[in-house]
């Protein structure tokens, strides 16, 4: 089946300071999206991004489905952006969905 | 307010014991999807429905069984519960499965003794 990773696996930043995070992809995918999960473990959608560029504030994200991989770019960032970032691929049309290990982020004042 | 709602939050029970985490939605959407969060695995999908009475299989379906008898409600069942599924569970749904904003529940902390 489809593999998915995401690097790197942790990240200390100090406040304000911007960062990338990456989800690469083994095989084409129907559909990507980046979660957030804080530190309380909740789970938030940040980007529905199969292909292209969006943006939300400090955080946007890429994605060249052409190549497999996708990018979440975090600018300027707070102590509120700590927690677990997780890529999820969806391999086709139907409702599977595969998620990456996480990158987990930890932003010091 | 629009929210996926599990329950119960945290739950300890004992091998074999059958048990229920129950999950409910207000969005009307037609995708619900079950997944477990275990230390250095990520999220995996244990099942997902596209719609009432459609379910299928994700990459961790043994020893789970789901039904979706309405569009709202999508319950997670353990007939046999074992300690290898103690695990937080999440529930979610969206409008329709993949190419949608998925909304997640606050999740279930299973532990099997």
């Known amino acids: 089946g489809i593999q998915v990773e995401q690097s790197p696996p942790d990240l200390i930043l100090q406040e304000g300071a911007n960062s990338t995070l990456r989800c690469n992809f083994s095989d084409s995918v129907n559909n990507l999206q980046w979660f957030h999960q804080n530190p309380w473990g909740q789970l938030i959608n940040l980007f529905y991004?199969?292909?292209g560029t969006k943006q939300n504030g400090r955080l946007s994200a890429t994605t060249v489905a052409t190549e497999r991989y996708s990018l979440l770019y975090i600018s300027s960032s707070q102590t509120t952006d700590s927690g677990v970032y997780f890529c999820a691929v969806e391999p086709n049309q139907g409702g599977k969905l595969i998620f990456g290990q996480g990158t987990e982020l930890s932003v010091k004042p | 307010e629009a929210q996926v709602t599990q329950n119960p939050r945290y739950l300890i029970t004992v091998t074999g014991k059958k048990l229920t985490v129950t999950c409910s939605q207000n969005?009307?959407?037609?995708?619900m999807s079950w997944y477990r969060q275990d230390p250095g695995l990520g999220l995996r999908q244990i099942y997902y429905?596209?719609?009432?009475?459609?379910?299928d299989k994700g990459d961790v379906p043994e020893g789970y069984k789901v039904s979706r008898k309405e569009k709202r409600n999508f319950p997670l069942i353990l007939e046999s519960p074992s300690p290898n599924q103690t695990s937080l569970y999440f529930c979610a749904s969206s409008w329709t499965g993949g190419g949608e904003k998925l909304f997640f529940g606050s999740g279930t902390q299973l532990s099997v003794l």
């Open positions: 429905s596209m719609n009432v009475e459609v379910t």
């Open positions: 969005m009307n959407h037609e995708y």
């Open positions: 991004i199969p292909s």
